[in-house]
């Protein structure tokens, strides 16, 4: 099944990457018809980590319905930047984006102890980090390894021609992030999801769900400061990418409650870009015990 998955995805990859934009995105938007009215679980599962983030939603199912389209086709969307980027150019790429908060990151860099960005499922973060890869400081991906090995191999190699590292979500891993922070370099993760099945139960919206502590853990180590950001699309297909103000880790004595209290400070934030912009946060997995 796996070595299907990755010829299927080679192949449309192959024929997306030398299509023009408005082209690849018709054909995305088409994929993502298809996806959100036949996905056995995909669709129900978005759909209920909605109403938990968007409580209007519980009641509202015309609204319900508008709002997780939009999110498949705005995930489609990014796959079609994705798969073109092999024959992207940066420099094409960096009118599109905007950037909202870069105070925060104008301070976070100045402190020298590296960046630790934190987010979440949204938008097209392969573009943006490309971007800020060649414009600001090397840009490295600290995330989960795809299955079949040939996939999370071309996502890595892809990136990397755009001077993206993938650090993968292993001890390895945690000692390149390291690394790349002490090379004042910026290390871009997700928290929204519990990827290793190791996170601590805390609140999100309201309910308890198992959230990741490694990077406020790291950045209790290191002194980094965590930078709360999100990235997303507008109607005319540019980007943004909005900071937030930084979250310090701060020790007093008590590593695992220092940890908690700084994650739970980027997670009121994420929550934030989250109710601000439903229709972009592509989460289709089980978040809260109870869920589909």
């Known amino acids: 099944m796996g070595e ?18 408005s082209w690849a995105y018709a054909l995305a938007v088409m994929a993502a018809r298809f996806a959100w009215w036949f996905s ?13 983030a968007c409580p209007e939603l519980e009641n509202d199912k015309a609204g319900l319905r508008r709002v997780s389209f939009l999110n498949f ?13 092999p024959r992207t150019r940066v420099e094409a790429m960096s009118s599109q984006l905007k950037v909202q908060g870069l105070e925060y990151l104008e301070e976070a860099r100045s402190l020298g102890k590296g960046v630790l960005a934190v987010s979440c499922h949204m938008g097209s973060y392969e573009v943006v980090a490309a971007i800020w890869s060649a414009t600001l400081a090397p840009v490295s991906f600290f995330a989960e390894e795809l299955e079949p090995r040939a996939l999370f191999e071309w996502y890595r190699d892809t990136r990397a021609r755009l001077g993206i590292s993938v650090l993968t979500l292993d001890h390895g891993g945690i000692r390149k992030v390291i690394e790349a922070l002490r090379e004042q370099e910026m290390v871009i993760t997700a928290i929204d999801r519990d990827v290793t099945g190791t996170g601590y139960l805390m609140p999100f919206f309201g309910r308890l769900a ?30 943004v990418a909005e900071a937030g103000p930084l979250v310090y ?19 009121r934030h994420i929550e934030g870009f989250i109710q601000q912009h439903p229709d972009q946060w592509h989460v289709p997995h089980r978040i809260w015990a109870g869920s589909v």
């Open 4 to 21: 299907w998955t990755w010829r299927a995805f080679k192949v449309v990859q192959s024929l997306v990457e030398r299509l023009p934009r």
């Open 249 to 267: 880790a701060r020790s007093t004595g008590n590593p695992r409650a220092d940890q908690v209290t700084a994650t739970q400070d980027l997670l």
């Open 210 to 239: 198992p959230i990741p502590l490694g990077p406020a853990s790291i950045a209790l180590r290191l002194g980094t400061p965590l930078l709360p950001v999100c990235v997303y699309r507008l109607p005319d297909d540019t980007y």
């Open 73 to 85: 086709r705005n995930h489609a969307k990014a796959y079609a930047d994705l798969m073109q980027l």
């Open 40 to 52: 056995p679980l995909a669709r129900p599962r978005l759909e209920y980590n909605l109403k938990v």
